[in-house]
């Protein structure tokens, strides 16, 4: 896939070359004004790809649904995806690569309980773009472009607007409002994929962020390094590197994900000092078992990502036929948990509905609590009794039922 920059963009890199690494929160670069104003909306932003030539056409992907359907389901949910994703994928319509990139006439069903929006983000936005749910942290959605239309995406919403990417006029609306409520310490950028901004934009984005004092982390959540691995360049890592600390997250969602290229642009991230953790989807089909989700996991260590959590998928119009039943995340982390390092168990968290922010669940393993003494099992199903109560005296404060 092509992934040009335009050469005016590069110039305004390379004359950039007297910004430090990791400049200061107060420190305000003059030639940032002569960048911003030339990388401003009105200029035509760099071509990031071409969809005539990147976007999988539908001749991809003819042997796994019908025209009539792919026509029907795609005049509401566009299909995009990158030729390098595609290349991961086996010719058999369960495969997973296939499920999550490939339409499906079930996106048109839809079921009780299934929104558009069921996290309610457009309501948590007091500036256009900009979802601020929790006190400290805020999430800014900069662009609706994605490197690939994931089939089970949450803000499948998004889709049906013309592909947009917000203007730093707007973006700047985002910022000014962080700045202006100085509880927040934490922002995410998100989108769409922010890492198909050009790259000049994202710079201009993540200066302006570290310029708020009050703010402490920025993360970046991004399918790049999963989808389109080639756009982790070293101009990009570059880039990143002068505003670290920085978080990216992304979304392997099964070991065939990982390839020698993703690993090369997971590597790439970490030279630069970027933290990379991993948030999966559990997808009916794709990762619903203990054996794939293990395969998963270790292999993301192996490349130093951390799986950091596994979310139940949402309610989201268009997805259902993706959906498991909520104890099938719970019965995978039973059988992660304690079988493997803690490092390689993500935390199984539902994202509550209308608003209610992410719920941690794990399997029980306090079997019961009762006058002060407290059994607890093990992964193995072994019980261990304890004294909860300095008063309770157990004969053996600690034994194996
Ligand atoms: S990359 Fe993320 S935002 Fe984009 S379609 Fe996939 S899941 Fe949705």
Redesign the pocket.
Same mark, same amino acid.
């Given at each position: 896939m092509d992934c040009r920059i335009s050469t005016e963009t590069l110039r305004l890199l390379d004359n950039n070359q007297g910004l430090e690494h990791n400049p200061l929160p107060n420190e305000v670069k003059p030639a940032m004004e002569k960048k911003e104003k030339l990388l401003s909306q009105e200029e035509e932003p760099p071509p990031l790809f071409d969809e005539k030539d990147n976007s999988a056409s539908y001749d991809c992907i003819k042997d796994f649904i019908g025209f009539k359907d792919f026509k029907k389901v795609t005049a509401r949910y566009p299909f995009v995806t990158t030729a390098y994703y595609l290349s991961l994928a086996q010719n058999a319509p369960d495969d997973p690569i296939i499920k999550q990139l490939c339409p499906s006439i079930e996106e048109l069903r839809s079921s009780v309980g299934e929104t558009e929006d069921p996290l309610e983000e457009e309501i948590a936005s007091p500036v256009p773009g900009l979802v601020h749910r929790y006190p400290d942290r805020a999430l800014m959605i900069v662009t609706n472009v &994605?490197f690939?239309? &994931?089939r089970h &995406?949450?803000?499948k919403r998004l889709w049906k607007k013309h592909r947009f990417t917000r203007t730093l006029s707007e973006i700047g609306k985002m910022i000014d409002y962080i700045k202006d409520n100085k509880q927040i310490r934490d922002v995410i950028l998100s989108?769409?994929?922010p890492l198909t901004l050009p790259l000049g934009d994202l710079e201009i984005i993540l200066e302006r962020l570290r310029r708020i004092r009050h703010l402490e982390v920025i993360r970046i959540g991004t399918?790049a390094p999963v989808v389109f691995p080639q756009r982790i360049t070293p101009w990009l890592a570059m880039i990143l590197k002068r505003y670290r600390p920085l978080w990216l997250n992304t979304?392997f969602n099964h070991p065939h994900e990982i390839t020698p290229q993703s690993a090369a642009a997971i590597s790439l991230l970490q030279d630069s000092g970027v933290v990379v953790n991993n948030q999966s989807v559990l997808l009916k089909g794709v990762n619903d078992n203990a054996q794939t989700m293990t395969r998963l996991c270790h292999g993301l260590l192996k490349i130093g990502v951390r799986p950091y959590y596994l979310f139940h998928c949402d309610p989201v119009e268009g997805v259902g036929h993706f959906r498991t039943p909520i104890s099938k995340g719970l019965e995978i982390i039973e059988q992660l948990r304690g079988h493997t390092s803690g490092l390689a168990v993500p935390t199984f968290v539902v994202d509550a509905v209308r608003g209610g922010g992410k719920i941690p669940l794990q399997p029980d393993y306090l079997v019961s609590k009762n006058n002060g003494v407290v059994i607890l099992r093990n992964y193995k199903h072994e019980c261990f009794v304890y004294s909860d109560e300095p008063e309770v005296k157990l004969s053996e404060n600690r034994h194996n039922l």
């Open positions: &994605c690939m239309n &994931c &995406c949450t803000r989108g769409g994929d399918r979304q």
